[in-house]
């Protein structure tokens, strides 16, 4: 049972490169999730997506973008590096957006930008 | 704007004793919140949630507390143990807001 499977784990950016981080559930969950977490400021929102074929901005969006390729995947995409984006990234998903169910996250992805 | 806030970075505790965690909100939309437990290299993970309904919730050694008068949220560990050292977050959702926000974490380090 794997739950929330995000790719890469490890990832080092040249400012200016792009890249996606993608996101997977197998549990049929309507919404997903992408948070940052930086030291200090916990787990930050970028975006979301309560249901298939919607996305919101979340509390950071700023330099990303997000697509819901489909029900199962959530890929979040940093079109123009920069080193302000150096985190530790964490997709969620949850059954419903209605903040009243808990959300299962993945193992995250360690992004680092020189 | 912080909503969710954690004011203690850090806690340091003996095994066997309790250990409390702390957690303010300003948003009164709130009334769904959760606490989760997160050790290094992996994410974090559901432990235990309090529904505003309740002012208590308890799961084993780990019970919430909510004072809705106060906008404030603890989560008690008795007795705590070594292997619950980890970063704890509080989170806080509902109905009526949605998707969750984190406080900022608490370092929690229980010493054998």
């Known amino acids: 049972n794997a739950g929330v499977t995000q790719t890469p784990k490890f990832q080092v950016l040249k400012t200016g490169q792009s890249m996606t981080l993608q996101c997977a559930q197998d549990m049929n969950h309507n919404s997903m999730y992408w948070y940052r977490q930086d030291p200090g400021m916990g787990l930050r929102l970028i975006y979301y997506s309560a249901s298939e074929g919607t996305t919101d901005k979340g509390e950071v969006p700023n330099g990303y973008n997000v697509s819901r390729l489909n029900k199962r995947e959530f890929s979040l995409r940093l079109e123009s590096a920069a080193p302000s984006q150096t985190s530790v990234y964490f997709c969620a998903s949850s059954g419903y957006l209605d903040g009243n169910t808990e959300a299962f996250f993945g193992q995250g992805t360690r992004l680092t930008v020189v | 704007d912080q909503q969710v806030k954690q004011n203690s970075p850090s806690l340091s505790v003996q095994e066997g004793r309790i250990s409390i965690l702390n957690c303010d909100y300003t948003n009164s939309m709130f009334d769904y919140f959760l606490w989760y437990k997160k050790y290094p290299a992996e994410g974090p993970t559901f432990l235990i949630s309090i529904s505003s309904i309740k002012d208590k919730n308890e799961d084993g050694r780990f019970t919430v507390f909510l004072n809705k008068s106060a906008k404030h949220l603890s989560l008690h560990i008795v007795p705590s143990q070594p292997g619950d050292s980890a970063v704890y977050f509080c989170?806080?959702?509902?109905?009526?807001?949605?998707?969750?926000?984190f406080g900022q974490g608490t370092i929690l380090t229980v010493h054998p």
């Open positions: 989170a806080a959702g509902g109905t009526s807001y949605g998707k969750l926000t």
